[in-house]
């Protein structure tokens, strides 16, 4: 796999991470009463009054998702310090870029007379398979 899509791969992965991370929180995260004012939802759960291993999971899920969440981010930073570096500054990749253009245009130019030559071939081969076909009509004997 080339470096760009390995670094493609590596920014999915981070934003895979990340909104998983916000989504368990968001879905896992126990309800905070807002204010002492604010009234009390009827339909919200009462408060557990002995926390158990759920709040121990919840506790650690952010530390577990967030080291995950680093670790990717490492791993992004290597791919991209292993890029190479350019040469020459902006200029120099301008003329590159410049002389690659021009270069593809000739290919491009060569491929085109190309393909007009196969489309006239195949115009003669099918004109002289028509003649071919109309010459076994013509020698079949009526019966």
């Known amino acids: 796999m080339d470096a760009i899509s ?4 590596q920014v999915n992965k981070i934003a895979t991470i990340a ?8 879905r896992d995260a126990p309800p905070v009463r807002i204010s002492p004012n604010y009234p009390e939802s009827e339909s919200a759960p009462p408060p557990n009054p002995n926390p158990t291993d759920d709040a121990t999971d919840f ?6 998702m967030s080291a995950d969440l680093v670790k990717a981010a490492k791993q992004f930073d290597a791919l991209v310090s292993a890029l190479p ?3 020459g500054g902006e200029e120099a990749q301008l003329k ?3 002389d690659l253009q021009a270069e593809n245009s000739l290919v491009g130019q060569e491929l085109e007379k190309q393909l007009e ?3 006239r071939e195949l115009d003669e081969v099918r004109e002289l398979f028509g003649q071919a076909a109309d010459h076994c009509l013509n020698l079949k004997k009526p019966e």
């Not at 390995?6 to 791969?9: H, P, S």
């Not at 506790?59 to 577990?64: E, I, R």
């Open 6 to 9: 390995q670094l493609q791969e």
């Open 19 to 26: 909104f998983t991370t916000i989504g368990t929180l968001q």
């Open 59 to 64: 506790a650690m899920q952010p530390k577990l």
């Open 85 to 87: 570096l350019s040469e």
């Open 96 to 98: 590159r870029i410049a």
């Open 117 to 119: 030559a196969a489309e």
